[in-house]
């Protein structure tokens, strides 16, 4: 298969329906959904949900935006995945891109997430006409702020995400100008 990027660490591949195991193990660990269910893990209509999504995605946009598969080169193992999408509020808004991510615990705390989101920066600055890229977290996940923090982008605003099943909704979007 046609790695999508690469990294020093990384391989970055286009999900397929099969996957759907891959997703419901990583969906399946309550710390890696704290922030994304309230530690609610994925059920099988929701794991259904989310692949074709991804598979929907990478088809329109013929694999330059989308979900992707991280796959740890050393092992060859599933280390979650990165996305690289126009915001769910404008999807043919192409100039503005959503980055985001979700990994595995134990791939936690070891540059993994910055090494990704930098790569698919660097990506949008040489081969998409990409004008902005986005992320946002809920306040309370300062892992994923300080990742976004590393990698260049810089607090945009604070939000309420309602759609959030707990109870603090706060959340902030960071944000960085390519042009």
Known sequence: MKAYLETQRIIFVNFEKEDHVLIKELDSDPEVVKYI????????QEVSRAINIFLTLNEKYNQSLGFWKAINKETNQFMGWFHFRPLKSNLDDLENIELGYRLKKKF??????????????????????????????????TAS???????GLTHDYDDIYEQWPGEDKRCVWYSLNLE
């Open 37 to 44: 269910s309230n530690g609610i893990p994925s059920d099988d």
């Open 145 to 151: 702020i300080n990742v976004m923090q590393k990698i």
């Open 108 to 141: 936690w705390g070891k540059g993994y997430a910055t090494e990704g989101s930098i790569a698919l920066i660097e990506k949008a600055r040489l081969n998409l006409n990409i004008k902005k890229i986005w992320a946002h977290a809920m306040l309370k996940n």
